[in-house]
């Protein structure tokens, strides 16, 4: 099992990020995806997450307008478009993978997340 994100940088306040997370090694269709980041002495919080089928999507209200989740199921890949980005969003960005109970469910405690990726760096200058 592996989980692999990609996308991360530095880039200047109001500015764009598309981050990637790309699955392998299990049935993708089969499990939600939850996008989480940690920022220095910080405990983790949710981003965003998505169903494993039927599209239904969280954000966290800190980035609810500015970020959009999506999967392609034919590519086993997760994808986080990241806009108007602000210097408090500055962390490691980290996809997790949970085997999904429905199509509709997403999860947004990240202890029920089964796989996770090894992160990747955003940071957001001012």
């Known amino acids: 099992v592996q989980l692999v994100e990609s996308g991360g940088g530095l880039v200047q306040a109001g500015g764009s990020l598309r981050l990637s997370c790309a699955a392998s090694g299990f049935t993708f269709d089969d499990y939600a995806i939850g996008w989480f980041r940690q920022a220095p002495g910080k405990e983790r919080e949710g981003v965003s997450c998505i169903s494993s089928s039927d599209g239904s999507t969280y954000y966290a209200d800190s980035v609810k307008g500015r970020f959009t989740i999506s999967r392609d199921n034919a590519k086993n890949t997760v994808y986080l478009q990241m806009n108007s980005l602000k210097p408090e969003d500055t962390a490691v960005y980290y996809c997790?993978?949970?085997?999904?109970?429905?199509?509709?469910?997403?999860?947004?405690?990240?202890?029920?997340?089964?796989?996770w990726g090894q992160g990747t760096q955003v940071t957001v200058s001012s």
């Open positions: 997790a993978a949970r085997f999904a109970e429905s199509g509709s469910y997403y999860y947004t405690d990240p202890h029920e997340y089964d796989y």
